[in-house]
């Protein structure tokens, strides 16, 4: 089994900044792309940023330079530098990662943290 884990996410006012982390455990034996998505109240869940080994790192359009995502391989973490954070940025952050797990035979798997909620405040 594998598991993600997010931490990091709190109630903040407008403007600081936030660092989110997300770990990954358990059977692993290739990660193929970790992911942030997020979902604020009553809107779908969208792509924040994420890393790739294929294609390297991507942003959603939204973020334009306020975050910076950067992996650890060695420690299976993925990281979401926040700076500048407006309310508009409130929900839940989650982890998403295309992992190759032990026991499956080289086939990639698609999972999911819980998510860490991010509150800002006006």
């Known amino acids: 089994q594998v598991q993600l884990r997010e931490s990091g996410g709190g109630l903040v006012q407008a403007g600081v900044s936030l660092e989110l982390s997300c770990v990954a455990s358990?059977?692993?034996?290739?990660?193929?792309?970790m992911r942030w998505y997020r979902q604020a109240p009553g809107k779908q869940r969208e792509l924040v940023a994420g890393?790739?080994?294929?294609?390297?790192?991507t942003y959603g359009d939204f973020v334009k330079g306020r975050f910076t995502v950067t992996g650890d391989s060695v420690g299976n973490t993925l990281y979401l530098q926040m700076n500048s954070l407006k309310p508009e940025d409130t929900g839940v952050y989650y982890c998403n990662a295309d992992v190759v797990a032990r026991n499956s035979l080289g086939s990639a798997a698609d999972y999911w943290g819980q998510g860490t909620q991010v509150t800002v405040s006006s």
């Open positions: 890393v790739s080994k294929r294609f390297g790192t």
């Open positions: 358990g059977s692993i034996l290739d990660i193929l792309a």
